[in-house]
């Protein structure tokens, strides 16, 4: 495609800040993060990330723009860490809370702060309806089939921690439950019968199948 094709192709697109993704794009001044996202989804270059790793990737810039705006100074991998603290369903309430409270008490609204956490979607739907991105194997409509399958068992799982926990409020409250401060787990874990191992859901979706696999080859 010539310069001039190129720029016919980016006039007939929409106006990226119409997405949520490109308002927090221009919002955080994250100059190329829209060409670098779209580079790791298409696989140009070597590198290639499903759509779940880029919003996590995306959402860590936006944590990193928070922190920087309030004068944190963070070591390396801090970010990601802190991260994970604010999202990964293992994290235990207690820490999680004690994550929030660091980043209040350097005046990051945490409210906010999720509010702009991008889903896979968001960051699908800019690529494609605000960048005309594409990918060039059929691999997307695997990609998709798997994270909504994920986005399914996320909800699930965490509906099912929410009445876990609003159940034993209420039998605490009504004194029929003796139970201190508490925090919920939801463990789900996969067994293949036919060759014996076992697996978290998110282990097997990421390793794209159990160890089946390898006694096929």
Known sequence: MNESSE??????????????????????????????IERLWTGEGG?????????????????????DER???????EVENMYRLLTDDDISGGIR?????TLKRNGVD??????????????YTYLTKYRGA???TDEPDSDARVEKGRETIRRLRSRLVAVTESTLNQ???AEDLVLGEFSVFVDIRV???????????????????????????
């Open 7 to 36: 720029e016919s192709a980016s006039d007939s697109l929409p106006d990226p800040t119409n997405s949520k993704v490109g308002r927090l794009i221009d919002r955080y001044d994250l100059d190329g993060m829209g060409a670098r």
């Open 110 to 123: 945490i409210e906010r702060l999720r509010r702009n956490f991008v889903s896979h979607q968001a960051v």
């Open 191 to 217: 067994l293949c019968e036919d060759c014996g191992s076992q697996y978290s859901v998110s282990e097997l979706l990421e390793s794209g199948g159990c160890d089946c696999r390898a006694d096929d080859r």
């Open 47 to 67: 590198e290639e990330r499903s759509l779940r790793d880029l919003a996590d990737y995306f959402n860590q810039q936006i944590l990193e723009a928070e922190m």
């Open 171 to 173: 039998l605490r409250k």
């Open 97 to 101: 809370t004690e994550a929030e409270n």
């Open 71 to 77: 004068g944190m100074e963070t070591l390396d991998g």
């Open 134 to 136: 594409s990918k060039r």
